[in-house]
């Protein structure tokens, strides 16, 4: 199957900071990339959906200027979390969507924010 | 996107038996797919199902794509240790992945 990675996969930071994330297609081409928040025994909510080139689509209730995404090239897409907050600490998971329209995640990026 | 209903909820196995769970929805998808997810890790692929009655096998698991395109179920056969953790299914339509509450599968020695 396709390899995506998320770097890093577990970060702390103080409340009031930036935190960026990036995930990775490192076999394939991902013109789509999702970007995910997994809260302790519960499934993966989609935050948005971004394309390489153009602007990020967010599901409603999601803060855009809160949650930062930038999709630059078909391998990379990175999420801020921009002024992070205790509320934001979440199990963070991307997925790329490969050519057989079959999408693939990354291992997960855990945020702490104290 | 919307939730779809998954179940059981969660299963105690006993090792070698079979296990088996569905998925359904009130709308009907493209494409359903099954995934793994261990504590702390992504969700992994184990089956993607692209036609409505298709009947899919990798290894031990076996997933169908119902008719109606508005359920799917897996079955694991003869399980393992290793078969621990949550399964999800997820329909995809229009690229956005819909997913269920998942399963959690513990397997008794």
């Known amino acids: 199957g396709a390899v995506v990675s998320q770097h890093p996969s577990r970060v702390i930071c103080k409340s009031g900071t930036s935190v960026k994330i990036e995930c990775r297609s490192l076999?394939?081409?991902?013109?789509?990339m999702f970007w995910y928040r997994q809260f302790p025994k519960q499934s993966l909510m989609l935050m948005a959906t971004s394309n390489e080139g153009s602007k990020a689509t967010y599901e409603q209730g999601v803060e855009k200027d809160k949650f930062l995404i930038n999709h630059a090239s078909l391998t990379l897409s990175t999420l801020t979390v921009t002024s992070a907050h205790p509320e934001d600490s979440s199990f963070y998971i991307c997925?790329?969507?490969?050519?057989?329209?079959?999408?693939?995640f990354g291992p997960g990026t855990r945020l702490t924010v104290l | 996107g919307q939730q779809l209903n998954q179940s059981p909820q969660s299963m105690f196995i006993q090792e070698g038996e079979d296990v088996s769970m569905n998925c359904t929805s009130s709308?009907?998808?493209?494409?359903w797919l099954w995934y793994k997810q261990d504590p702390g890790e992504g969700p992994v692929l184990l089956i993607a199902?692209?036609?409505?009655?298709e009947l899919t096998s990798n290894g031990r698991l076996t997933a169908q794509f119902g008719i109606t395109r508005k359920d799917s179920f897996l079955n694991i056969s003869a399980s393992i240790p290793s078969d621990v953790g949550i399964y999800f299914c997820?329909?995809?339509?229009?690229?956005?992945?819909?997913f269920g509450a998942g399963t959690t599968v513990t397997v008794r020695a």
């Open positions: 199902l692209y036609k409505a009655g």
């Open positions: 997925g790329g969507l490969a050519g057989t329209d079959t999408q693939y």
């Open positions: 076999d394939f081409q991902a013109t789509t």
């Open positions: 997820a329909g995809q339509y229009d690229y956005k992945l819909s």
């Open positions: 709308s009907i998808f493209n494409t």
